[in-house]
């Protein structure tokens, strides 16, 4: 298994960094350069041509792309010197840069908004798990009963949904019409756990409610398979309860393509839920990777970019240990 993570790590590495090629390359040969950006915005849009050059001068796109690139580069794990203006700033490793919006170490805004986040993927990822598979198992357990057909065709009609207009709607009737909900944001555990809760628990149940639909269809579905294999007849005919052979041995198998799934929405979870963060007023990383699209801030782009790109390739790793852990048949080698 050793020999097996070693490989997938070096294949992981190395779409990262094709992946970090790609977007930098998109922002250098765009229509439109962050420099022009840049120099529009600072200028009231009155962006001469000697403003422009000074500006792409300054952010380095009078340098090839392959020097540029690998400066930023260099900086995540050696740091680099980085001139803005007059001044000199050292960035220290990881050194992804300074946003060209905020002129401050994109790698220290980014440990800012990551809290926000992670406490909003793990608490609408726990939502999704518990609905979904509860709701999923007994479904299967009644199968063809007027409750299973009530119960697939339900979360077929709310994915039917839009998540943004579920998200919206949710936002508007339960917060600012009727007054269910507090005001939702981000405030940190440590500052006050009361005001952490409440401001998360509307996006919680919003996310998570909305994608346990899917996991109830994908937990039904395995769980009918695992109730119908030849394994699950032997322990009915040696006696065990039904209790006993669903928790422990349909369900443990039922679950390793709902794992599958899990471990690639959770990364994508925290690489930025861009949709909940926008709407519910939450300073994550996928609001801050929004923002930096619309300004064309490169720095903050790549960042998120790699972030993201990091966490859904580590995902695929963590899922296929998880594999052999839940179903004895499945080997890593």
């Known amino acids: 298994m050793f020999a097996y993570i070693v490989k997938r790590l070096l294949a992981g590495f190395l779409v990262v960094t094709l992946i970090s090629m790609m977007v930098y390359a998109l922002f250098w ?19 001469t041509p000697e403003k422009l050059e000074r500006y792409e001068e300054a952010l380095g796109y009078n340098n090839s792309v392959t020097s540029e690139y690998g400066k930023w580069a260099k900086g995540l794990v050696a740091g680099r010197d980085i001139t803005v203006g007059a001044s000199v700033i050292h960035c220290e490793a990881p050194c992804l840069g300074l946003s060209y919006r905020t002129r401050q ?11 926000a986040t992670i406490s909003l993927a793990v608490g609408a990822a726990s939502i999704t798990l518990t609905i979904g598979v509860t709701v999923g198992v007994l479904a299967a357990r009644r199968r063809g009963t007027f409750a299973d057909k009530a119960l697939v065709s339900t979360t077929l009609f709310m994915s039917s949904i ?27 555990l440590t500052d006050n756990p009361g005001a952490w809760f409440t401001g998360l628990l509307l996006p919680w149940l919003a996310l998570g409610f909305y994608n346990s639909t899917s996991y109830t269809r994908f937990s039904r579905g395995a769980m009918v398979e695992s109730l119908s294999e030849d394994y699950i007849r032997t322990a009915r005919a040696k006696g065990l309860t ?3 052979v669903v928790m422990r041995h349909a369900l443990r198998a039922a679950l390793v393509p709902v794992v599958t799934i899990f471990g690639i929405d959770f990364a994508f979870l925290l690489a930025g839920t861009i949709f909940t963060e926008k709407i519910f007023d939450i300073q994550g990383i996928g609001r801050w990777g ?31 240990i998880i594999y052999s852990i839940l179903d004895p048949r499945v080997r890593l080698s």
């Open 242 to 244: 039904s209790r006993v």
């Open 105 to 115: 170490p994109v790698f220290e805004e980014m440990k800012t908004r990551l809290p």
């Open 290 to 320: 929004l923002d930096a699209t619309l300004i064309k801030d490169l720095p903050v782009v790549q960042a998120t970019v790699l972030f993201g790109s990091i966490i859904i390739v580590v995902a695929n790793i963590i899922v296929d």
């Open 29 to 47: 040969y765009g229509p439109r350069s962050p420099a022009q950006e840049l120099c529009r915005r600072e200028s009231n849009n009155r962006c």
């Open 162 to 188: 839009p998540y943004y207009l579920f998200a919206l709607l949710s936002m508007l009737y339960l917060t600012i019409v009727y007054d269910v909900f507090p005001q939702t944001g981000y405030t940190p």
